[in-house]
């Protein structure tokens, strides 16, 4: 059972009203909630209205996603620029998020599910030269096993360290780039890491 971000406002004013295929209705209705709470049964999160399709009328400031998600999809919440808190329920089955899934967004910190696999290139990147990114700490629940960080999954943003998990098996191109903050990176003991992208710490203060 999948969710979609693209309609919910559409259907906060219809009901359960047909919408057509690729519709998009940029402008959330006056009364409309800032915090979306997912519905529990929910498997995986998406946005219909294409790549990047939220745009900044996203109106989102908070999002908790119920211990069901296993998948955050490609896009799901870019560009939601006020969004600033995200919370997976306790005994999440998160797997994957997606390419983009939070790019451009404004978050102060995550707290990363333990079943977390792969993390989606860009999936966090500050995308914008006019935003400033709040996003200074990410932990990963004890017991991770994260094995990927794609490329440019946290760029430019605000991290000043960052404990990765012994399962980590790579990191990618250009992941934690223009993080001018970031001082500290720890390897957890019995660390399985293979490789490291090019420019993966580029322009930190390592």
């Known amino acids: 059972q999948g969710f979609d971000v693209c309609f919910q406002w559409f259907e906060f004013e219809n009901g359960d009203a047909d919408v057509p295929p690729g519709d998009f209705f940029p402008e959330p209705p006056p009364g409309f909630p800032d915090e979306m709470i997912i519905p529990d049964g929910t498997d995986y999160v998406y946005n219909s209205c294409g790549t990047f399709g939220t745009g900044n009328d996203c109106p989102y400031k908070a999002v908790h996603f119920p211990a069901s ?21 306790e005994g999440s089955v998160l ?18 599910p333990a079943t977390l696999e792969s993390i989606g290139d860009m999936a966090f990147v500050n995308c914008c030269a006019d935003l400033t990114s709040d996003l200074k700490t990410v932990t990963f629940a004890e017991g991770s096993v994260l094995k990927s960080i794609g ?14 998990p012994a399962s980590l098996e790579s990191i990618g191109a250009v992941a934690f780039q223009g993080c001018t903050d970031l001082k500290t990176v720890t390897f957890a003991e019995g660390s399985v890491l293979k490789s490291i992208g090019e420019a993966a710490f580029a322009f930190t203060n390592l």
């Open 151 to 164: 490329e440019v999954a946290f760029a430019f943003t605000n991290l000043n360290s960052v404990d990765f």
């Open 95 to 112: 797997e994957t998020i997606g390419l983009g899934a939070f790019l451009g967004t404004n978050l102060n910190s995550l707290h990363l």
């Open 69 to 89: 998600v296993k998948s955050i999809l490609n896009a799901a919440l870019a560009e939601c620029t006020d969004l600033k808190n995200v919370t997976f329920a």
